[in-house]
């Protein structure tokens, strides 16, 4: 029996955590003391691509409001691209006060890509 797994779905955990704590104007203490972890823990899942256990997981993706589907089921053709679940996830953690400016830059890229497309025509 191997010890180990490649668990491909999970690569990116560290990093998105990282992410929303950020986003959230956490601490890395702060989230560890919410947790009942060490930081130095936290610091490992975040940066050195350690695994959590499973309450700690839960708890990190209930915190980070991170979709946790994302980390268990592989990415079927007609789903969002990684890029675009980012990008909904970074929408998620954003407060009220910064929606204008990100509707305005989609806005902005949506008549560019516009633009492209009357050109192509």
């Not at 929303?20 to 823990?41: C, E, K, N, W």
């Not at 053709?77 to 980012?86: D, I, L």
């Amino acid at each position: 029996m191997r010890k180990t797994r490649e668990c491909s779905n999970l690569k990116t955990l560290g990093a998105d955590i990282k992410a929303a704590r950020l986003a959230l104007r956490m601490t890395r203490r702060a989230l560890a003391d919410q947790l009942g972890i060490d930081p130095r823990y936290l610091a490992n899942i975040e940066n050195s691509g350690s695994l959590p256990s499973l309450p700690i997981f839960y708890e990190l993706v209930r915190i980070c409001k991170l979709p946790a589907d994302r980390y268990f089921f592989e990415q079927e053709e007609g789903q969002p691209s990684e890029q675009r679940r980012r990008v909904s996830q970074k929408l998620t953690l954003c407060s009220e006060e910064f929606l204008p400016v990100v509707e305005g830059a989609l806005d902005g890229a949506l008549k560019v890509q516009e633009g492209r497309a009357e050109q192509e025509d």
